[in-house]
Every structure is written in structure tokens, then in C-alpha cells.
């Protein structure tokens, strides 16, 4: 039962040979074998068994779960017609407020933080039948790619090897799905943390376009780059939860009121004719050198570079056009312009967890105002969100704003020129979609990259610039590296076509299912059934 | 002795009177409201919540713009002010910093000496109030009920010349502000708050010194005295050979007195940036020319039409555009009366506005409309009633709600011009009173008053007095 996708759990509700309650209970159950105790903070020493556990969830919500599940079962009872995502059983990024339930951004300073009201997306996925399992880890505050840096220990380990990061910051959202706990999950991509912790888990993840999801009740990070979007294990699945939730929303300005296509009737179509772009700005590695600023280029791991050759020659085969040597020349300043932009939004952001009104305050005497914001915020703050404020805070003081700040909105605005170009319906290359790598290598160990802050933002560089340009993106699993870490390619569209990048992505799906890789399971369902 | 003149800028926050906050629902007037009782997730500023903005302010922020002669423009943006303060509960202001919904434009200001002084304004920008704080016993309380209240803030160029002037210029912009029905500019609720900019200079000379900046001046004479006190500090400090330091003052409304805040090299780098949560604003070019059309003529002007169209003087004029409400009345009260507006004036200044103060209504309130005005005064041109039962009539109409001839025919006040029944009161009256009718066959033809008195109280004021003045010297001189 675990197995089979939200698709077809839901058809099987609907069709009474399940109950929503039937499969919400297996589902905790399995999520008790694999998940291992949850994270919390001031965790002590990870013990061997536990080592080898998911620790995806922050909260398990079973009492809202079983309120969820019954209410589907009544409704199926009653004759009356659930929503889309009946009974299907979700688990929700610990960024996103869901009322009189923890939410805790992955923070100690809102570590005791119940929120009043619930989110957009989380009410249109209730709205629509959805079952929310609970919440699940992430980066604190969002702020990594790879889940290690929340307060809530331990963090999530990648299902396929747990000695792997399961990147971030929607590593709960993509381990819990790669590990059966849940058919779906609610993440948020800035910068590329829905995509690239969805290749590091082999799942699919989608970046809508910005302001296709409300970002209503979602925790901001950087406000011009926030996207909730879909974790699934199919691109059908992702469709499916992408209707329950986009649309305007009276309560977000920045939601577009564009009317929502059908997604999934979207997937029926095939791709002959589609003009799908390989940029080689997307298969070299580049980072800044520390010392000279200087950009070094390394090639990307050779399995990946191969995985979108092979992807490429698959969607060929069902009659794709592909149009190789596409220049994304701004594609090397995604993560330089990252860095400023998000920095400053987040700092701005973090100002109102001060103490004052919710959340974490410092138990120590306190002799004034100032000693009462600073004493709160060294203690209820994390190394990244400190990193974060002090780089925003810089960036974009008056002396220097004009030198930084204002410059990198000059040069995402180039980002975005070079998507729109290719893009152009009438330019020379008029493609319907990119395809990329979504990371540059696969997996890394724990520990491995975490306290490097610029080497593990450069496990975004590939996402970032989607975000940069608002347009939608999608990864999806195409295979393993040599040690068995699944690899993740990412289809990237014009503005609102999440139509176009989900139908391609299901017809590789489609022509990849009885491929030998397919049949591969995640470690710890593995050692579950051995 | 040097001759210096101040050389002063204001900025007025003016709370616009929409009905909900400018980010949320929330309604925008808390007066009274019992603390932290008008606010929601949005305003303060939970973890998630994103604000919306809302049109109404944008439009009375716009009509403000208008009224001030200045340009609305087509695309401006809302900008994070980011401080830290407890009552401001997302540890930024959204408000609107380099592109602001309007910029230049000019106010003439007249002031009662009979000069005019033209103020230039600089911008006018929207943005959202902060909270409320207050120490009780070292103890600090917040009240976000104020979070988010609308307002415009409206920054002058230094062109106030004194205390006065600017004193009189608050006394224009708030009678400006309800007369467009953009605030209710009650400075004692907070609805028009003021910081001034002063600087010194010798007469005659361009250049801009060091300023002070005045905090929280939020009385008329606050603003007058505030300025006045600190221009004397400043050239006793530059009497006595010292530099003027940009220091930020704050005004103490129970001591009168200055204190020192802050330096300016002290204060706060506010990290302005766009809001990413919220679209830029743009006003559509017909929408801007609508709000300009519907702007209603404004008061200074109607003055002086007033003084123009009807010849009534200055002051008449004035009290006459006090307020819009009153204006309208006056004029649709001439209409109806198709007579002199002296007369008119006269009614509404001398009694009318009698009437209102007692019952601290506006004109447009009234029960006695200007119609019913109009029919009273037209009662008494007629004869049928004397003034002082018009003026009686002036509460009658205003309490029974009801047409004036209505009232003056039930109750029985039009004038008794019957000549039998005054003969007849006359006589009596000279038969009961042989002392005084001696008296005034012997000479004391005063008295005649006295015996008028005497038929008018008795019939209660409505014997028409020529009459009965011309019976009664028929009947005494007849003895």
C-alpha cells in the first residue's frame, strides 16, 4: 500500500477498496519503523541504530491526521464527493503554519511557537482531502541544502544511504517521501530546496513559477524568491497537488490571479515537436575562488553529466527536438546574486523574532531592551540565520547597498533576460523547456560540506537561477551514481507553464518505467524488508 | 543686533479615516479600544502573514495628493523600514521611500495678517503607523491596536518663516483634511501629528544652516511655541559664537521645554529596500483623473468666492468655510431664500453656528435643513413673524424635525395683527394701570415702551409692535 502512488491511493478511497483511515494508520506505522526519533532541540549523541533512521519529522500530527482521514471516509460514507486529494497522506514542511500546531521553522527562537491560523497552501491541501501526517525538518529557517543546520536534531538522513545528507532545506519533505512515510509533501524552493534535496532523494520536486502557490502563512526567507511547491514520487502526483493548491489568494499580493490549468490532463499530451534546450552553462561547476574572487570551473560528476545525455536521447526518442549549445551566460552569478538578494530579504525578515511577542525569549536577566533583543536572538538564533542577518545587514547598509544590493537586482534582472530569450516565441531558440543537471554531484556525506557555507550554497547553483528569473522548475529522478545515490535532471520552463516542464517530465517517466533502475528501494525500506 | 530669520519644514503624519488598516482587515480607529483588542495575524506581524494593501487608502492618499497641487504618480512602491522597536512587531515599517505616491505640489498660505505664504511640498508617501508603547512602574506594555492605521506622511520644504506660520499652516491642512473627508485630523487622538526642521539664518541670505529636528509636536501651539523656543536656543547659540549640532529634539507637552534625543550622527541606518510582498502601485492615468475631478472645490478658494460672488467680508467668509458641511449649507440656504447672503450669513454666523456647538453637530446634520432656514427668514420678511419668534423657531424646527409654517401654526406664533383684539388688550391695560397712564399725560412719554412691553408680554410676543404702538398712543393721548 505504501508503494503505490497519491494517485492511485486516492482512486482506491474513492473506490472504497481502501479507507482514508486504513492507509493514514500504515502509514504511521511505517513511519514508526523508519523514522527513528524526532528531531528536537539540544538532541544528545545519535545512537547506531538511530543513526540509520530517516528523522524526517519535527511533529507527527496523528490526531489532525485521524480527524482528516475520518472526515474522507465519512464523506465517501455519506455519498459525498471528496476533494482531489482525497484521503492522500502528506507530510508538511516545518515552515509553514498550521493552527494550534508546533511550527517551528527548524528554530530553537520559535521552538514553542503554535501558530493561530494556517497557511494557504495547508488549507487548500486540507480543503482538497489531503491527510497532513505531520511536520517535517528542514534547515533552519530554510537556510541550507542540507537539512543539517535546524536546531531540531537529528536531521534528516537521506533514505537511499543515511550516511548521506538528504539536502535541503526540504530534506523532511523529500526524505519522508523517498522513505514511503508519506505519498506527498509540502516543501519551499528560495533557491532550489524543494529540487535539490528532491535529486538527492531521488523524488520529484517542483518549483512552481513565483506566485503561482500563495506564499500565505509560509515563513519568509527571501520574500521575491519564496515558492511552496510539490515532493512526490512521480510527476503525476505532483500535478495532482499543484491543482489542489495553486491559485490567487486574497491574502498574498503576489499570488497571480492567472486562472489554473488542468494539470493533469496536461500529462495525456505528448512532447513530439517540443524544442527542449541543453545549455552548456549548466554542465560545469563554478565556484568563486575565496581568496581572488576569481570564478574556477570544475566539470560536473561525470554520472550526471551522462544522466542528461541519456534523458535527453529518451525524450528524442519520443519525438522531442533537442537544441544543444543554448548560452545562459548569467547562469555563473546565480549564486553570487543569492547571496545578496536572499541575505538582505532574510535579514529584514528575521527582525520581527525578538522576544517580544512570540516564540523563545532569554531566561536571563535581562537589564534592558537592547540586552533583551540581543541576549534572545544569540541564544534563540542558529549559526546560519546569524551568518544571514550579518551578510544582509551589510549588504544593504546605506554605504554599501548601491555597491551590492542594488547591483545584484541589475544582474538577476540579466538572469532573467537570459530565460527570457530562449524562451521568446519568436527568438532564435524558442524552446519550450531547459534541460539540466539539478545538482552538480549527488548526495554528500554528513558533515561533509556543512560549516562551508559558500560550498553548499554552490549545491544550488543550477535551481538558483530559476528562482531568480520567477519560472517554474522540475526535478525528477533519472537514475544512480556508481554507489547507488539517486541523480536528479530538472526540466525548466517559461513563466507558468508548469503544464509544459510536468508533461515532459511524465513522458520520461512514462518511457523510463520498466527501465532496471526503477525497480531500486531505499536503504531503509530494504533493511525493513530483509 | 543681527537679523535672522528660521528657516522651518514640516512633516505632518496624517491617519487617514478608512475604514479598515492599510495591510489587513482590521478596523483602522481604535480610540477606546481596550489594548491589543483591533489587531490580527497581519498587523501583528505573526510569522507567515503578507500584507495587502488597501485600495481606500491608496485612493484618500491620492486625493490628499491632489489637494495639495501635487503629482500622483502613475507607479510608485512600498519600501521596508527596518528598526527594531516593540511596538513595531515585524521589526520593519512598510512604507513608501524613493518613489512615494506623490511628489511636489504647494500650498498658499494665508496667513492672518493678510500675507500669503507659499509652502512647496516635497512628497507625500503612505505607509503604516507603529504600536503603542508605555512604562508603568519600569515595567513596558505594548498596544499594537495602532499597528498598521493608515497614513500619509507630508514632508514641506523648509518655507515656514516662523512658528506662527506653521502653526497656521496645521490649522489649514486640518480644516483641508476633513473638508475632502481624507481624516479626521484630530490632533488630540493623534490623527495629525507633526515634526518640524528648524534652522537659522540672517535675513536675506539662501543658504541652508544645521537643523534641528522637533519630534512630536502635536498641538497647534505646541508647534508654535516648540518653534519659537527653539529658534531663540538657536541664535543665542550662534549669538554666543557656537555651532548649531544636528541634534533630534523632543517636545514636552506638560513642561514646554526641549530635550535633547540623540544626534543625527547616532541615528539608525535604516536599510530601506522594496517590499517584495506587495506589487508596485500603479494608478492607472484615468484613475488619477478621476480622483482630480472628484476633488470638491477647496476652502480657501470657496472663501474667496464667497467674498467675491455674494460681497460678504472676510470674516463672514471665513467662518461661512470653516468647514464643507457649513459652506454647503449656506449656499443651499440662499438658494432656497433667493435673497440678500448677508442676511443669510448673518443667520448662520450669529445663530446657527449657536445651534451646532451646543449640539455639537454639523451642518449637514441638521434637522433645521436650508430650507427650513430659508422659509424662517422669509417668515419674517413677510411680517407674518417677528425675529425673536424666528429665532425661537430656529430649536422648534431643529428638535420637532418639522416644516417652520407647520410650527408656527399650531403653536399660534405668527403675529397678531388683529387691530380689535390689541385695541381691546390696550384698554385694559390703561384701565389696570392708572399710575403709569398719569405719568405719561403729564410728559413721561417714554413710558411708551414700557406699555409696549407690557402688550407684548402678554400676547406673548406676537402682537405686531406697530400696531400695537400706534393703538396705544391713540388710546393714552385720548385721556
Redesign the interface.
Known sequence: MLELSAYETIEKIRTRELTAKQVLEAHLDHIKKVDGVPGKLDFGELSEPEAKKVHAFITLTEDLAYQQAEEVDRQLDNGIAPGILAGAPITVKDI??VKDTL?T?GSRI?SN?K???T?TSVNRLQKAGGVILGKVNLDEFTYGSSSESSAFKPCPHNPWDTTRVTGGSSGGSTASVAAYEAALSLGTDTGGSIRQPAAFCGVVGLKPTYGRVS??????F???LDCPGPVARSVKDAALMLQAMAGAD?????ASNRPVPDYLSALQKDIRGMRIGLSPDYFRNSMPDLETGEIIYEPIQKEIEQAIYDSAQVLANLGAEIVEDVPMPNTIHGVSVYFVISR??A??N?????G???GYRTGKDVSD?HDL?RLTRVEGLGHQPKLRILMG?YV???QY?AQY?QRALKVRRMIRDDFEGIFDKKGSYHLDALLTPTTPSTAFELGAVYGNTVMMQCADQFTVPANHAGIPGISIPAGFDQTGLPIGIQLLGPDYREDLIMRIGHAYEQATQTADWRKAKPQVVRELEE | MTDYEAVIGLETHIQLNTKTKIFCSCKADSWGDEPNTNIC?VC??????????NQEAAHKGALLAAAMHAKIQPVSYFD?K?Y?Y?DL????QITQYDQPIGVGGYFDLPMPEGYTRHIRIHKLHLEEDAGKTKIINNE?F?DFNRCGVPLVEMVTEPDFRSGDEAAQYLVRLRQLLRWIGVSEADMEKGHLRCDANVSIRLRGSEVLNTKTEIKNINSIDAVRNAIAIETERQIKQVEAGNRIESWTLDWDADTGTLEKMRSKETEA?Y?Y?RE????PLILKPEWIEQVKNSLPELPLARRQRFIDQFALSLYDAEILTTDKALSDYFEAALKHYKGEAKVISNWITNDLMRILNDLNLSANELKLTPQRLAKIVKLIDSGQINTSIGKSLLKKVQEADQDPGEIVRREGLGLVGDEEAIRALVESIIAQNPAEVTSFREGKEGLIGWFLGQVMRQTGGKADPKLARQILLELLKQG
Do not use: Q, W
Request: aromatic letters at 16%; charged letters at 20%; proline letters at 11%.
Open positions: 509553514f503554519c511550527t521553522a520559535l511557537f501558530a493561530p491560523y497557511a506564499r500565505y502563512g509560509l515563513i519568509a527571501g520574500s521575491s486574497p491574502r498574498d499580493s503576489t538582505v530579504e535579514a529584514s528575521l527582525h520581527r523574532f525578538d517580544v511577542k512570540y531592551l533583543y545587514m544593504s547598509a546605506a547597498s544590493y | 495575524p501583528s506581524g505573526l510569522p507567515g502573514v503578507l500584507p495587502v494593501l521596508r527596518n527594531f516593540p512587531p515585524k521589526g520593519y513596558r505594548v541606518d536599510r529596500f517584495p510582498d506587495l506589487l
